[in-house]
């Protein structure tokens, strides 16, 4: 018997094949945000969306879903299914865990995808649950823990081992656009910049800057300090 | 022979079944408290309280123990007992890990349950300990990091890989706490919101506002601004 | 003419008198609780009910006032009114800073006192703005930034200066008490230190210890380790 | 002779005037903004827009200028420029002090204001060089340090000791916004809220919840928990 | 009438002369160690002690106090009688500020010195408290914040700036040992570099490698690599 | 084939028996020292005597050696040889992995244990290659890595994944100590506490908190402030 | 089958071989490091071009490429061209993971090693991306952290556990610099020396301090201090 | 008689003029850079070396000195003489504050300038001290933090308190720089841009990055994904 930290790729490339794929977010509600400590929330809401739009842009099934958002935790963030139209909702019925609702298991497989990108908010809990149940269904599961959000950091570093240990691969915001768009030679690569500079504020104004200096040698406009 | 890392959860669904659960709380002492430095201590304090609570809630058998409650140790603190008054208690005769103790061993093993969570301070000695022991001795073993406290965050860093690395699962209070709950469609909900916001704040702090604002709808209650 | 950093205490020593104090507590709000970035909201939250406390053990005035808390701003916590029962609540009609409601300044004229210890949700806003202002009018004021919680440290750095410049006094939850308290050699020294662990949780544990410890020699209870 | 520090509010009140202010927002330029370190840069940009924002609502005078745009500092970011369509741009010709420009002093001096609320990037240099110009040219000068951005956050503690010492009032963001606005009890709150939201991303989750906490409660929306 | 912030060096020059000096060390208990959070307890207790040596080496009048030693707060640590052997001990009677005790004020008008160095745990309460009653008394005073210890970064930020406000000198405890030794060109200079690495870890290593490095040149070692 | 993770304790338990076990304490250098950065240079020195002191009253054999003592690496510091006075001192000839010169192997070997702990500055050299070589060479590895010291905590955490995937135990010294101490039921026990203060000022405090209580509950001392 | 995170190195000793190393330094683009946030942007320079250094002094092949240098990421740092005239550079067709390029793949096999020491900004994708493919095509794969770059801590902490978990080898730049050394007792040891001052500035200090202790001892130089 | 925190700017721009300039620079010594822990040494020893740099560039007098540079302090960082070889040296006889010493008092006096530029290590000593003293003797003193490195951030934050209250002006190296500088508009604005990449590694890969976009556009480069 293999170790079941193999489970999900033992002898298959551990990345990303973007036309095996489906995305599941979960739980990224108004008030759960509140609680998140382990991340900035301006950053988090820009990592989920930028999720979204990468799923559009690939085509890739996105299922959606909320932990009672008539209670406490609030409404969904209303730009994910603005970035994802395609998207399909489901209401759960008070599970915790994603999957334990059968709609929802459902919903997945009628994807077809063997592979799935996993965000969820909190982290050790809406992420952590539905991977390692995935996994242990035989999926290969991609955890996105910095377009999730938990409590603390501490209980972060406790998910990250968690995760590993039952063979989800736990994987950042940047790693999972980059092997989602694979090449920069195609012919929607200005609309994956965009992405980018979505969730790396830093890549805007690189490409600010970018564009303010090809113009100015283009144009030969004098410093101001030269006037 | 098969990977000891997997050891307790080899070929089984690695989550926590609450009908197999013991809960191990082990030297939550007052002068412990004092050496914490990978925490906050009320927080660390309010974790500990809350586990016990879940296990009342659902019945979760919970043995406590203290390491030489005499000395400059300190006693246990007081709320433990009083979340789950059915918690046994077990007085050790000086040994360092609690399963070195026969009389904490059997009181496990009466319980007839072969998962156990666990929690201790100091997280790599107190908890650290009783749980690889535990996997050892066969045991599906849950180590609640951030309702035990150590004294460095590098040490918590160790302990983690440590933990993993033996095949005990490390996991933080949201997680745990979920697993046992497993669903809001319940009878006692109520009572579980009661325990999340003891162990965070930020929660307390949503229901609060939910109730005011579903309050001033209900009411037609005017704004001060508009008056 | 003299400098307005001066201006309420030049001449005079820049310490409490309990005698010719009021309290003002403003706009400590579950909403705007959740924005605080500076401190811990737990802490944030104790240290707001212990001035209400020792308030109340000095007979000393109260006065509490909220920001719209019909609004997203949310309620009042509750346990300042609990803490302080003699507390008089002043509702506004919409003034950001709480000095420029009439029927708050008033109310604050009709406590006689000179001496003002003010907190409030935001620091730089809610606490700062009726700081100034109050020093303006000639009042002695002792700002207690700990107990106001802001949007950003750096926020709060900036407040320290300001208050500083505009001749309050900037102090912290435990000056603030023990100005108040003055001596241990009283009463009512017990519930002080009561008023500390609410405060200070580490000061909690010290009690514990220190009252287990004393229990032990005088009961000869023997060390664990030792039977 | 007074103390300096005192210059430019000796004997008035030390607060922001609505109708006695104009607005300075220098050299925020994205290749600047790559240099920031002292705070999350989204967060300083939404801070500028934000000022920018409320000029315009209040028809308060803006002045922008840059340092060498057509250099490596990049271009002004276009959101101020958006934010606050009146502003007018004064070009530099290589002063590193704007106030050393005889055509931005002019335009401040033809505003007819005599409080400035500045902001500018690097905080060291291009905020606190108007700054102490200003003061000693007479002006009431707020020095929005976190809507500025400097090197590191040394270099900010040292620079609003600085400014301080000059006789500027070092503030911060929300305290500039709340004290321009000055009262929700004005027909263009709303826009105000969408400000906040705009450099407070917690502030719109609090939004977000609150108007469907009111909603669930209006439409009598049943939780999915109790489907 | 002049700026309080001026009372006690008022046209002097504000630094410490080691021949009008007195010293006083007050409340630094095991128990409210426990408390400090603002800085690492092991370096408060060795720049405490440093403090105690450096008065013997000059024969600079030394007064220790405690706060109820008999209670939580704990014992003062004996290190502190062992630098200084010459230390008078002054026990108060309840009082939280040491300056309230007639006896503890007494003792320091004896010593005939009107430049105060001060260092007390917590710094916001026991040093600060004494602090500003000796400036408001008249004397010259050094408030050593860095061997004192405080309950939150943030308590000490305001202490310091209500410090400075009140007129005393803020100072840490390199600048406080430096200018009471003044120079390097003295007999007991060694003694003065064995004051240095107690508070000094760093600066042992710096000495220990010093000796090393220039015996292997003067015994012409052989390097190891070499041989 | 067995995982290679599982080298060192497959099958067995993966804890320290302190009667198989010999201590290398590799390359504590004053020099090396100040290149430290991942954690408190003091306490890195406590926790390597810490070490060196429980060798010691086990009679565990302890391996030393430096790397180049004679150039700027500096000399070792000479408390580890105080503390194990029985220590084996082994010169190396420039070997940076101890682990290559022959002398120290055979060193190891002669102890005749099977289990190693071990610490060494730099943590990801002079620590990891002796454990990764030990490992593979068949030796049961504790590495403790908060007695080690490195050049950032990046590269700790770094070292920390390494060290567990090449089948070593990443370990604490809290963890450490415990292990070999195993109980408080021993003959030793005083001296163990000792230990443990060495290592942890905060147990220090407790200890001298605790006697202090006891002493006053025998002798019935009055509090200060009720006397 | 054996376990995916055991690939590279099964029953081999999980250390670099420098015989049968290459070195592959990818995308150390100006542009890019403006996004680097995990790490000091100088030492992450610093360490890039000493990995450069080193395969110069060991005859190491070394292969660099860029992400798209006519773009926003910016030109390679001109610094390891410098610092390894021997390295050849292969440009890609926009692959964002460089094993995508078939040139790119060639070059490293026309190496003839089997292990290569890879570093790449972004740590996350082009160090992650081509490490992963390279295990997963047999090689044996050293994963330079600290010589990378990421966008976040956090991500750089997944990373870590996803590069483990594949069977790369987590390492930082003192690790991989001295594993490729071996020892001090070599002809060019002094230019190692050099290139470790480069990556570590502290021990630049160590060797200035040695140099002139040791001069100070054989030149009989005086103490300024008596003279 | 006026306010101390006035003496050297009363009633005069605090500003630094060029012109009236002289430059100290103090104890930047090899071994006291072991001790700094308040800012990253790289940086410290760049920005020391940028401001000889900016002396040179304008022909400002320098003067250096060192404490007792036979002994563990260590010898001067070379880079200083060498970017301001005009730069004089003054040994002193063991005086820690400089100042104290008659030749450096004499050396500063002879520049004839009356605003001086100061750094030293530490910065609570051997910054603070002469820039005291020089407030004190009339001088107006800028004290430039980032430039001169402190055993403790609480020690510098002590320190800047420290300064202000006593007239000096607490500056960063980029206000210092730029106040220099003055306009970008002069012939050597290039050697100018080439001292702030010294001190501000970012800014470099600005430049960087903006030759290459500028040298894409002027040259036609192919985008390597357009191929």
Chains 1, 2, 3, 4, 5, 6, 7, 8 share one sequence.
Not at 84 to 93: D, E, G, I, S, T
Not at 191 to 196: D, G, N, R, S
Request: proline share 6%.
């Amino acid at each position: 018997m293999t170790h079941p930290a193999a489970a999900n790729f033992n002898g298959q490339k551990p990345t990303i094949d973007a036309n095996d794929t489906a995305m599941l977010l979960i739980d990224h509600q108004s008030g759960l945000f509140q609680i998140v400590k382990d991340m900035d929330v301006p950053q988090l809401r820009a990592n989920a969306i930028a999720l979204a739009r990468a799923a559009t842009l690939l085509n890739i099934p996105v299922i959606t879903t909320a932990s009672v958002p008539q209670g406490p935790n609030g409404p969904l963030i209303p730009e994910i299914a603005e970035a994802a139209p395609h998207a399909q909702y489901v209401a759960r019925k008070g599970e915790i865990n994603a999957w334990d609702n059968p709609e929802f298991r459902a919903a997945v497989e009628a994807t077809g995808k063997k592979t799935l990108v996993i965000a969820g908010t909190l982290t050790s809990v809406c992420l952590a649950f539905p991977s390692i149940s995935a996994v242990y269904a035989g999926y290969k599961v991609f955890a996105v823990v910095d377009a999730s959000g938990n409590h603390s950091k501490l209980a972060t570093d406790l998910t990250i081992a968690r995760l590993a240990q039952a063979g989800a691969v736990p994987i950042d915001i940047m790693a999972t656009l980059s092997e989602l768009q694979g090449s920069w030679n195609r012919a929607d690569a200005e609309q994956w910049a965009k992405v980018y500079t979505q969730a790396m504020p830093h890549y805007q104004l690189l490409i600010e800057s970018y564009i303010k200096a090809q113009q100015v040698a283009t144009e030969h406009e004098l410093l101001d300090s030269q006037r």
